[in-house]
């Protein structure tokens, strides 16, 4: 067992690492430019994208459970009409962002109260990196069904491919052709839609040889479309709760000045990367429980369960440890300007603490996706995000300000891994699955 799930995570973590070393990179380019509201503007604009392209997260999660579970049943079939069906449903959602990009921003910028300048630049990255949409979302749709399949060296390939033309074309566009944050936002553009192009061709050399001759009537069948739906929509939800999170934790922190929205964005930018570590295993589990689910083999299950947590865990300690160790010095490369790494120092013990405690509920995430117990997930997460992150926040903001926002960040990973592992008896050992 393993084996199986090294053989998975391990390209899953190598390709999740590339993609936080990306925006490493974006957040040190810029925080070494002359103005601090520069980095202020990236930080707005991904958590205006974070909105737009993680609420279509369920084209990668949701595929790969689905169709983890019908190559473990052998039903090749089925697998590629779930292709074509997220795709078709990417290509109709990336229509739908391009046609409101303009609602989209204003509102965005209306929720967000940041300074006048970080709002101009805002602007100027959205207004080009929008049209990185339909890439986007196909990429999901693609790499999460290379995963469902098995298959987690192309999805690691594409990754690591997509975030090494950007970080060079970034590079590329901020020093040498003297841009700003429209430099990286044209860098991401281009790369998503090589990389889009790379997924295709993986794609055809290993899966295009087989004509299955698939009718239109099987793409819109009514209980898969019901199921296909219903799993998503517990996803969508999820991921919304999610995002509203770091929205609101990216909000608070641009309302208390540019220099702690600064501070917090380098923070968040090594949380992502000790959480996409752990991630790897979280995809491995996805891969192996729909698998072993599809097959009907529930004690390959449990054990493929144990095992992941047991390597999340395991990783998620490293990075405490990392962290604890070289907490200044990793700070250090991502801007020069003393007061945002002074500011950063003063609440650097969250950070320590994250990638142990945050270990637990990753990789339960990946366990409930690849069961498709997708409405476990979406309580575990309302109840984190409006019992628990909310409240806490505004209990303490007033005696503990920018502490606050991360004594309620905590919190709410600590209530996802409590409250998931309450329900996996029932939801993922058990006969109920949804």
């Known amino acids: 067992m393993n084996r199986q799930i090294l053989r998975l995570a391990i390209p899953n973590i190598i390709s999740n690492l590339s993609v936080p070393l990306l925006g490493a990179i974006d957040t040190a380019v810029v925080g070494r430019l002359e103005h601090v509201y520069y980095l202020g503007a990236i930080a707005v604009g991904s958590i205006i994208f974070d909105f737009i392209f993680w609420g279509f997260g369920f084209l990668r999660m949701g595929t790969t459970g689905l169709v983890a579970q019908a190559y473990g049943a052998g039903n090749e079939r089925e697998t590629r009409i779930i292709l074509m069906r997220v795709l ?63 298959n987690s060296h192309y999805p690691m390939a594409v990754t690591i491919f997509l975030n090494l033309v950007n970080i060079g074309l970034n590079l ?14 044209t860098g991401s553009l281009v790369a998503s839609f090589l990389g889009l192009g790379l997924a295709f061709i993986l794609y055809k050399r290993k899966y295009g040889g087989m004509k299955l001759n698939i009718q239109f009537s099987e793409l819109i069948e009514a209980s898969e479309i019901k199921r296909f739906f219903t799993v998503n929509r517990d996803i969508v939800i999820r991921t919304l709760c999610l995002i509203f999170s770091y929205a609101f934790f990216t909000a608070k922190s641009a309302a208390m000045g540019d220099v702690v929205l600064a501070a917090n964005t380098i923070l968040l930018q090594m949380w992502y990367i000790s959480s996409y570590g752990t991630d790897g295993f979280a995809y491995a589990a996805e891969s192996l429980v729909g698998r072993f689910k599809g097959a009907g083999t529930p004690d390959k299950l449990k054990l493929a369960v144990k095992a992941n947590m047991l390597w999340g865990l395991g990783l998620g300690l490293f990075g405490t440890i990392a962290y604890a160790l070289f907490d200044a010095e990793i ?8 007061p945002v790494i002074a500011m950063a120092m003063t609440v650097v013990i969250w950070l320590i603490v994250a990638p142990l405690v945050n ?28 019992l628990v992150f909310v409240p806490v926040y505004f209990i303490t903001a007033e005696d503990y300000g920018i502490h606050a926002l991360w004594m309620a960040m905590t919190g709410f ?14 939801r993922i050992f058990g006969e109920q699955s949804l």
């Open 88 to 150: 078709i449903v990417a290509a109709i959602s990336s229509l739908a962002i391009l046609l409101l990009q303009l609602p989209i921003i204003e509102l965005s910028l209306y929720l967000i109260n940041a300074s006048p300048e970080v709002e101009e630049y805002t602007r100027l990255y959205y207004h080009i990196r929008i049209f990185a949409a339909p890439a986007t979302l196909a990429l999901f749709g693609i790499n999460g069904w290379f995963l469902g399949m098995q």
């Open 172 to 185: 590329l566009f901020v020093f040498r052709f003297g841009m700003n944050v429209d430099g990286v936002a």
């Open 331 to 338: 700070i250090a490369l991502f801007t020069d300007k003393e």
């Open 359 to 386: 270990s637990v509920c990753f990789i339960w995430d990946g366990v409930y996706i690849g069961a498709t117990a997708t409405g476990a997930m979406r309580n575990s997460m309302l109840v984190a995000t409006f």
């Open 413 to 426: 990973m600590v209530a996802r891994g409590v409250i998931l592992s309450i329900y996996a008896p029932s």
